[in-house]
């Protein structure tokens, strides 16, 4: 995996979730998630920069886990699956 700091920079979406590039997330074991794009190449690279990266924690929450995901630059997302039943 390669890490490209320029071209993630200058191709920024005022979203946080830019679905016109990015093709996935990488959640790392030391708390890190980054954004993962297309590198030309067949492969994957790191989004790194505003909105392209961060810190997560898991909160275990008894019968559910909630996801804190702070966002490089400043802001926060808060994820808390659910879960249905499947029909």
Known sequence: M???DESRETDRSPSHC???SEIGL???QDGQWYKL???GAG???RGHGLDHEGTY???YEG???QMNMAISGGGFIYIVPSS???P
């Open 18 to 20: 830019d679905r016109t």
């Open 43 to 45: 492969g994957l690279e």
């Open 57 to 59: 924690e898991l909160l």
């Open 26 to 28: 990488e959640l790392t």
């Open 37 to 39: 794009y297309p590198d």
């Open 84 to 86: 249905r039943p499947i």
């Open 2 to 4: 390669r890490d490209s």
């Open 63 to 65: 019968d559910h886990i």
